[in-house]
């Protein structure tokens, strides 16, 4: 069994000032945490791989292509692979946890 606390990654990252980290990796999947503050830059950017993103603190808005949602704790959202998407407009601290299946860059772009 693995198990984190988001908070405790979150705290982490904020004192290392370091905005991601891989938290968890196994070859079907591997987990990410993310932290953003007002003025961070999250660029376009696309995966190969599925995603879900879980909102665990904060507020922003997730833009893609063909659209914008604004996201708050709570929301789970799904991307499908080769989805260009960044997190823009942050309120106060932003904090996401994402799963990617299988795990971020072992499919080829």
Known sequence: MNQINIDDVADQLAADGETETEAMREVSFSLEVMRFEPGDEDPMHAHAEEEIYMI??????????????????????????????????????????????????????
């Open 56 to 109: 665990n603190a904060g507020e922003a808005t997730l833009v893609t292509d063909d659209e914008s949602v604004e996201v708050e704790p709570g929301d789970v959202v799904h991307l499908s692979p080769g989805t260009d998407h960044q997190f823009t407009d942050f309120d106060g601290e932003f904090v996401v946890t994402v799963v990617y299946a299988p795990a971020e860059g072992s499919q080829a772009v």
